[in-house]
């Protein structure tokens, strides 16, 4: 069975950055996205990045220029590069893996989260 653990979180100010890191165990068949998700309190989980198997990368518009995704095939992990970090972006970040076996399947993480200080 897949397991994702993000690591990476804390607190950080306005400004500054982090990098989550999404480590995956187990094997994803055939196709595998990959993502990373937040949700701030009292708001609804939003898309934050993708990653395709191919490297095909697509962010939220409120993330451009700011966060880069980035994929270690080999390492099985996935990370999440947070410059310019805003208030805003205060959130638990999720990482999410999607493939296929017998069926579509996904799994998430269980979660990190970023606090940015103003």
């Known amino acids: 069975q897949v397991q994702l653990v993000e690591s990476g979180g804390g607190l950080v100010q306005a400004g500054g950055s982090l990098r989550l890191s999404c480590a995956a165990s187990?094997?994803?068949?055939?196709?595998?996205?990959m993502s990373w998700h937040r949700q701030a309190p009292g708001k609804q989980r939003e898309l934050v990045a993708v990653?395709?198997?191919?490297?095909?990368?697509t962010y939220a518009d409120s993330v451009k220029g700011r966060f880069t995704i980035r994929r270690d095939i080999a390492k099985n992990t996935v990370y999440l590069q947070m410059n310019s970090l805003k208030p805003e972006d205060t959130a638990v970040y999720y990482c999410?893996?999607?493939?296929?076996?017998?069926?579509?399947?996904?799994?998430w993480g269980q979660g990190t989260l970023v606090t940015v200080s103003s």
């Open positions: 999410r893996g999607s493939w296929y076996q017998d069926g579509f399947r996904e799994q």
């Open positions: 187990g094997t994803m068949f055939s196709i595998n996205v």
């Open positions: 990653i395709s198997n191919g490297g095909s990368t």
